[in-house]
């Protein structure tokens, strides 16, 4: 049987150890109102008690996921500061030209939000000489389900070794609220938006593969095309070999 308290002290220390290198002094997290979010804000907390800053970020959301990522910081008590950034998007949105709505056919518009968050969350770990923690998780990292320099632009991913369903467990062990644990996961980019439904696998499909190297032949497939398609998310800004002779 897993041990997820000693997990938790592992990644607990990995954390702490990790900004202290970087000569930091705390975290940064987005609080989204999602499992991995949930989990890696009270990761940091147990790191830094005294210098972890959660940022809820809505941005054309689901009222709900404010409400639970308040849920979150007020139940581990989480300092936390609310930013809207919809007249951020709109701003942008109207610069660039996009006038479509937010869909699953128009990442290019949808990705900003992400985006903007990233940039939000910057701008408070440099104003306190924090790290920004991210949330990403080994499933979300093997099919590249995430935003290249969105919530992909972190600093330290405490949950990338752990696939979905683990995360799950180390939720429950953390206390974090049941309604949270079993929500849908979604990455809050259009209106239903959620991650399995974009995918076209369930999470467990997903973390058996990894976990294991089984799946159906569709399974397969799906997780291996995503992973290939996006292996540019994991790896640095390529540079050439050569100079000049």
């Not at 940039?119 to 923690?133: I, K, P």
């Not at 995360?167 to 990455?187: D, Q, Y």
């Not at 058996?208 to 640095?236: F, M, N």
């Amino acid at each position: 049987m897993a041990n997820y308290e000693k997990l938790t002290e592992k990644l607990v220390d990995w954390i702490r150890n990790k900004v202290r290198d970087a000569h930091a002094k705390g975290a940064v997290v987005g609080l989204s109102g999602g499992i991995d979010s949930s989990v890696t804000a009270v990761l940091c907390k147990k790191a830094f008690p005294d210098s972890t800053l959660g940022i809820i970020m809505p941005c054309y959301s689901n009222p709900q996921d404010e409400e639970d990522a308040r849920l979150v910081a007020e139940t581990f008590d989480i300092p936390y500061k609310v930013v809207h950034l919809e007249k951020t998007f709109d701003a942008l949105r109207d610069a660039i030209g996009g006038t479509e709505k937010l869909s699953q056919d128009n990442l290019a518009l949808a990705n900003i939000k992400p985006r903007l968050r990233m940039t939000t969350l910057y701008y408070f770990a440099s104003l306190y000489n924090a790290l920004v923690v991210g949330t990403d998780n080994r499933s979300e990292l093997t099919v590249g389900y995430f935003t290249k320099y969105g919530d992909g632009g972190i600093d330290l991913a405490p949950l990338g070794n752990l696939v979905k369903t683990q995360v799950r467990e180390l939720a429950r062990h953390l206390g974090i609220p049941e309604r949270i644990i079993t929500k849908a996961p979604s990455a809050g980019l259009w209106e239903n938006q959620t991650d399995e439904a974009e995918m076209g696998i369930t999470y467990e499909e997903l973390d058996h593969y990894i976990l294991t190297g089984e799946a159906e032949p569709r399974v397969k497939e799906v997780v291996d095309r995503l992973h290939a398609r996006s292996l540019h998310k994991l790896q640095p800004p390529p540079i050439p070999n050569f100079g000049v002779e």
